[in-house]
């Protein structure tokens, strides 16, 4: 949580941002492994704003969020807290390693596009649902193999 708030204010120090912005800049920075909820993102820039460290703008429904002189401040007087943050982040990108693949993220798509169907179909009978449950399973075994 506390890298968070160093990389969301590190973010907004580099340009204003809208909250949707920061999350997907730090999926970003993570390569798509990892996307912060907006759960986390939007009550964390609520805290910074009421401690004076971000200002926000109303752009109809968005809000854009800019750093104030507080907030430069805070960066400036944190720089090592944040340059360990960036640390811990190249760290966990060298151990996932680089982007997926675009084929395994059209087929990790497919598969999620495959199963969103047949739910909406409605109820899945016991036979479809072994049917279903053993063609995951037996994808997951073999992705593991590999």
């Known amino acids: 949580q506390g890298d968070l708030r160093w990389l969301a204010l590190d973010l907004i120090a580099q340009q204003p941002r809208h909250g949707y912005e920061v999350i997907k800049a730090i999926e970003d920075a993570f390569n798509g492994h990892y996307a912060p909820s907006p759960g986390a993102v939007y009550p964390m ?40 943050a960036r640390e811990r982040l190249s760290d966990a990108l060298a151990r996932f390693g680089g982007a997926p693949a675009p084929e395994l993220l059209r087929a990790m798509d497919n598969l999620r596009a495959a199963l969103r169907v047949r739910l909406a179909k409605g109820e899945i009978s016991a036979s479809a649902l072994t049917t279903i449950t053993s ?6 075994s073999e992705i593991e193999r590999s």
């Open 45 to 84: 820039l609520t805290l910074l704003e009421e401690m004076g460290f971000i200002a926000s703008e109303a752009q109809g429904a968005k809000k854009l969020y800019r750093l104030t002189d507080a907030g430069r401040a805070e960066i400036e007087a944190n720089a090592a807290a944040i340059g360990a």
């Open 135 to 140: 063609a995951l399973d037996r994808a997951a």
